[in-house]
């Protein structure tokens, strides 16, 4: 079994300053895990994944993520918003025989000018 | 990279017609692929795991009946919403797995808005 919890609904940033998007996981198996974007009324975007190589995960728009194994976590971070990064964020777990991937709740990033 | 067509990507229809959703890689064969629903504001729902060549596995609470997937080659599924109602109405979006690299394969389409009148 697998499950993934993004601890927040909502994140509220300036333009400019850090973006730290949250995700925990359970999963029986080694996971992979993935990020994801949704522009308003678009389809989903990946911006990175961890599948057991480089611990530190570089992502595309300067995203990254730290796969944490101790901590069960993989959360998403920017070191600087900019207002297109105003979107919603997926953590998405794979992993087991079925390799059926799980959706978090989802996080929306509100960028402020 | 590889991708995921999926089309149309915005359909109206009325309601008690049926809308028929297709997914496509483009540049690897998927033998699974997944369906998903989107509700406003909410996050992706399974609905059911299509394999090649066989019958999809639905998720408790799917109407099977309704929500029809074929996945007759390595590069296609479809999924056809019969006798559609207003309540239907949502984003579907698809993903596509390779079985060579499962880990790795697991692309998106870029989903379809459904409206039922």
């Known amino acids: 079994a697998q499950s993934v919890t993004q601890l927040d609904s909502h994140v509220s940033v300036s333009e400019g300053t850090p973006v730290l998007l949250r995700c925990n996981y359970s999963?029986?198996?080694?996971?992979?895990l993935f990020w994801y974007v949704q522009h308003p009324n678009k389809g989903l975007q990946l911006l990175l994944k961890y599948t057991s190589a480089a611990t530190l995960v570089k992502g595309i728009n300067g995203f990254e993520a730290e796969f944490k194994k101790s901590e069960t976590s993989f959360h998403l971070t920017k070191p600087s918003a900019h207002m297109s990064d105003a979107a919603e964020y997926f953590c998405v777990v794979s992993g087991g025989g079925s390799y059926i991937p799980t959706f978090g709740r989802g996080t929306s990033l509100i960028v402020h000018p | 990279g590889a991708v995921v067509s999926q089309h149309p990507s915005r359909v109206i229809c009325k309601s008690g017609t049926s809308v028929k959703i297709e997914c496509r890689s483009l540049?690897?064969?998927?033998?699974?692929m997944f369906w998903y629903r989107q509700f406003p504001k909410k996050s992706l729902m399974l609905m059911a795991t299509?394999?090649?060549?066989?019958?999809?596995?639905?998720e408790q609470g799917v109407e099977k009946d309704k929500f029809l997937i074929n996945h007759a080659s390595l590069t296609l599924s479809t999924l056809t919403v019969t006798s559609a109602h207003p309540e239907d109405s949502s984003f579907y979006i698809c993903?596509?797995?390779?079985?060579?690299?499962?880990?790795?394969?697991?692309?998106f389409g870029s989903g379809t808005q459904l409206s039922v009148l």
């Open positions: 299509s394999n090649e060549g066989s019958k999809a596995t639905y």
């Open positions: 993903s596509a797995m390779s079985q060579a690299k499962a880990n790795e394969k697991l692309f």
């Open positions: 999963s029986s198996y080694s996971p992979s």
């Open positions: 540049d690897f064969q998927a033998t699974t």
